[in-house]
């Protein structure tokens, strides 16, 4: 009989933790207000088996309590370990021995105190379950709770009733007391159907959560809040399974800023910051970030009652001239467009609205709609019809008994139509008169700000486009072009810093356009040189120790006559001379000046976890400055190269600026779909890759500069250039 793999062995495990028909509680107390005890009262609905285990005790409450955990009728699926830090591990490793599912870890003072000793703890415990398959939640951790089944496996008070329904949320917490905070929403009439948290992670992650809650029919829609991972790459695989799955996954990501300073050689790494790479990573499989964590519940339960969309409009019914102008600017904002209604349904909206109203989308329908609450159903149904519009946006003003019975109309359209209806609450009486009506209907999304409404809907249809049509693959690379650079990359002959000319060259291979050079050891064969390329010219020191040339004041540019390239090589050749250490002197590059036109940069980070990343931005001088740029996984195709350029702050310089030419954003596209490539082929052996400036003009697209940094022991090469490049 085969034997199952570990692998599977935790994956079944896992659902005996999170979905268990039968529990332990060991360390069980009579004792009032002891964790154990809180326990057992959180369990009072739970729908299987609660053991009790303490040898001090022969019953608990009414309940008969066990000596041991072999000494319990059956094998428990989850055991709640309430113990003295100092107990747990001895706890754990006989659970394993049991072939018990998983335990969940009360007590702390492990790996978050940064002592040695503790850490060296969490470590035999994560040791015991990569070993046997046991799950663990925890340490440090405040349980978890299956609103299906019951069971409330935490000693914290979480809402112990939550009203079943189809648009339930699966929340995962790292902290246990932010998913306590989030929990409360139950009160408000939000539905959740799991509440899961993790503590310190030594087993059991935000990742294998996903992954849980993606197969779980119950959940409508995960939302998630965490600050961090050691391997945040299973993140990513967890979030394209729940992509496949068609799972909306929400993530609030906490501690966004860089983990530390980063000492690049180039000046990519200074655009892509740890925030950025996990935004990328996870965008790709439709991941919607929130910001706040305000926002993190409205825009997950938008997601577990939202069907797919019909159409990429939205249309703004108020009964306010203000909100719907609130409503116009968000939308503008998020790029949510708003059409204008067809000529059938401006004809219903006309025939039920005063003059003073607007038969328009923003559709103001008046405070008449008060004593005429039959055109307000008029101008909604026409709405809903037009098949401009996948989503409709009401602005509920005001909270009051006289309001509330709209609700039935808002949900009735989504439910004959398949479109949702957002309400938003713009009423400062939060919890007023049928705010929790509306929060549990099925098929009425609540909003309490309309940049959070116009925000879920602009990810709506964003997360909609990435399902319809994912990105496409392109061909690849000639593979006599792959093995080439490779063998170009991987001798252990050349110096890791690679020039610039050596790096353009490996470049062209994969198509990619640069200019013309030479390069040149004296000025005579400078002199000739120029002949041949033609006049205007640029003129660099070569050199593996400089890598920001400009700075270093060894570069030319706009050399109009042999006069100014005279003056130039000396100029290069005395600043040379002043830089310390001395830098290595492979000669002067004598090249083609393209003509002016907005520069880019373009390059690469290889992260450890998540792969590699192209990276695009303002390049020249000012990329420091500006620093507005577009990251995604490498490779992309054409069209995902054009949304990346389409995106940056500055994507007007493109279309011609001030009656300068436009970009070929065609040509542009091609050349980072290349470079991407490029990155992905080699990302092995990569350590850094900096194109800067590629020139971008009407006629053509050319990479000017670049910097490549061959994979070796990256440690001591930034040592030695240090200096110079400071």
Known sequence: MTQPRLDQIKAANLGRVFNPKRIALLGATPRAGSFAARTVDNLQGYAGELYLVNAKYPEIGGRPCHPSLSALPGVPDAVIVALPNHLVEAAVAECAALGVGGVVIYASGYAET????DIESQARLAAIARATGLRILGPNCMGL??????????????????????????????????ALSLSQAVERGVSFSHILTFGNGADVDVADMIEYLSGDEKCRAIACVFEGMAHPGRLARAAELAFRRNKPLILCKLATGEQGARAALSHTGALAGSDALYRAALGRHGVVFVDHFESLLEVAAFFAKAPEPLASGAA??????????????????????????????????????????????PCDVTAEVVNNPQSLEACLQAMARDPAYGALVVAQTVAGEAFTPRLKLYSDIQASHGKPV?????????????????????????????????????????????RRAPGAAEAGADPAAVAQVRQALRNGEGLPVLTEREAKALLAQYGVPVNREARVDGWTAAQD???????????????????????????RLDIQDEAALRQAYDDILANAASISPPPRINGLLV?????????????????????PFIVVGHGGVLVEIIKDSAIAPAPVSREQAGNMVRSLKGAALFDGYRGGAAVDLDA?????????????????????????????????VV????????????????????????
Not at 156 to 163: G, N, R, S, V, Y
Not at 532 to 555: C, N, Q, R
Not at 591 to 611: K, S, T
């Open 591 to 611: 090249q083609e000046m393209v003509g002016a036109g907005v520069e880019l940069i373009v390059g690469a980070r290889i992260d450890p976890e998540f792969g």
């Open 422 to 466: 957002c309400a938003v609450w713009l009423s400062a009486w939060q919890n007023g008169p049928g705010s929790r009506e509306f929060e549990r209907d099925p098929h009425v999304a609540v909003f309490h700000s309309m940049d959070r409404c116009f925000y879920a809907l602009a990810q709506w249809q964003r997360r909609a486009q990435l």
């Open 114 to 117: 940064g002592r040695q000793a």
């Open 668 to 700: 542009l596209a091609d050349l980072i779909s290349r470079i991407s490539q490029f990155i992905a082929d080699h990302q092995a052996d990569l350590a850094e890759l900096d194109i800067n400036p590629v020139i971008c003009g009407a006629g053509r």
């Open 316 to 361: 703004i019914v108020a009964a306010s001239g203000g909100a719907g102008i609130m409503a116009v600017d968000k939308a503008e904002s998020h790029g949510v467009p708003l059409p204008a209604p067809a000529p059938g349904t401006r004809a219903v909206l006309k025939a039920n609205i005063p003059d003073f109203g607007s038969a328009s989308n």
């Open 529 to 555: 040189s120029a002949r041949a390329i033609g006049f205007p010219l640029a003129l660099k020191l070569e050199s593996p120790d400089v890598l920001h040339k400009t700075e270093a004041g060894v570069v």
């Open 703 to 726: 990479a000017v500069d670049a910097l490549i940094v061959k994979k070796q022991d990256a440690g001591s090469t930034r040592d030695s250039l240090q200096e110079t490049n400071s």
């Open 145 to 178: 709770v299956n609103y299906g089944s019951g069971a409330v496996q935490s000693f914290q008070q979480f809402p112990l009733a939550c009203e079943a329904n189809g648009h339930s949320i699966g929340l995962i917490s790292q902290s246990g007391a932010l």
